[in-house]
Every structure is written in structure tokens, then in C-alpha cells.
């Protein structure tokens, strides 16, 4: 005998696997990003704007998940709220910037060996630092940007000079 499916028992957005799902998925981001956090956080010495766009992206997905609140409330819509919460607040509260040992980006840290060109550029009240760096994986350059406050410049401008003073180059911005 088929078995036709109605409208409300297809895959809903507050169904129980969708919520485990999300649940695993900012879990396992939260429980990553602090350990990441945990390694790098005391070896920065300049950090980066703490408003960037992409923070703000993520304090707007904190706040469209408490929307889910409204719509209904179970328990995995709770747990999954707070896993949510603490996956953004760690990654809000995370830091780019530069070390005595290298450049920290995203979770990403680069030893100043492995950069091989950098330049520093106003953009409005920010100080931007473009790094081109080696990616030995697939030999090829990236380009990494760090967004810092205005009144760090000069302090960024002489740590960098001082690490890797012969590597600063010009670079044309579009």
C-alpha cells in the first residue's frame, strides 16, 4: 500500500533531527573555536578591530536564533539556543592579530617566515594589513586581511618593521 506523505510530515525546521543537527554542528564550532582560542589568545600583542563586518554577521545570527523561541519551545530548541549563543560569543570574543611568532587570522596562524610581502593602508577610521602569504599546500600566495583600530598603526607599523621590516611592499588596492 503507498503511503502518501502529508504537508506537515515532510522535514520542518523544529523537527528533532534538524535540531540534534545544529546542535552538533554549533557544538562541535564552540568546543573548536575555544580551543583554538585558548592557544593563541595570550600570544597577541596588537589585536584587530573588535567590530567587523563578519562579527556582526554573527551577533545577527544570535539574534535570528532566538526567534525560533517564539515560535515554539522544546527542550531541543533550547539546548540548541545556547549552544548557538556560546558558538558566537566565543567567536565574537576570538582575535586576529600579530604575535612575536607570527600572524594570527581566523584560526589560522603563520609563522613570519612563511609571509612574504605585507603592506599597511588606511581605509576611513581603520588601518588595514594586507599580508601575501605562502600556502605550501597548493604552492600558491594568499592574501590575508586584518582590520585594526587607527591609533594602532604606529605601534603595527614598527612590531612589523622590526619581524619583518625587508618584506613590506607597496601594493595597489582595488
Known amino acids: 500500500m503507498i503511503h502518501l506523505k502529508s504537508k506537515d510530515e515532510g522535514i520542518r525546521m523544529n523537527s528533532d533531527a534538524f535540531q540534534w543537527i545544529m546542535i552538533a554542528i554549533f557544538g562541535f564550532l564552540a568546543i573548536y573555536m575555544a580551543y583554538i582560542n585558548s ?11 573588535r567590530w567587523t563586518f563578519i562579527r556582526i554577521i554573527v551577533v545577527l545570527i544570535t539574534i535570528l536564533s532566538t526567534l525560533e523561541l517564539l515560535k515554539g519551545f522544546s527542550i531541543l530548541i533550547l539546548l540548541r539556543y545556547f549552544v548557538t549563543i556560546i558558538a558566537c560569543l566565543i567567536f565574537f570574543l576570538s582575535h586576529d592579530g600579530v604575535s612575536e611568532q607570527g600572524v594570527i587570522a581566523g584560526t589560522n596562524f603563520t609563522k613570519y617566515q612563511d609571509v612574504h610581502a ?19 599546500k597548493d604552492k600558491e600566495e594568499m592574501v590575508r586581511e586584518i582590520i ?3 591609533d594602532k598603526r604606529a605601534k603595527l607599523e614598527t612590531f612589523l618593521k622590526e619581524k619583518i621590516g625587508r618584506k613590506y611592499r607597496r601594493m595597489r588596492r582595488n
Open 39 to 49: 592557544r593563541i589568545r595570550s600570544k597577541i600583542i596588537i589585536k584587530d578591530q
Open 118 to 136: 605585507y603592506d599597511i593602508y588606511d581605509k576611513g577610521k581603520k588601518v588595514i594589513l594586507v599580508l601575501v602569504i605562502a600556502d605550501h
Open 148 to 150: 585594526f583600530e587607527q
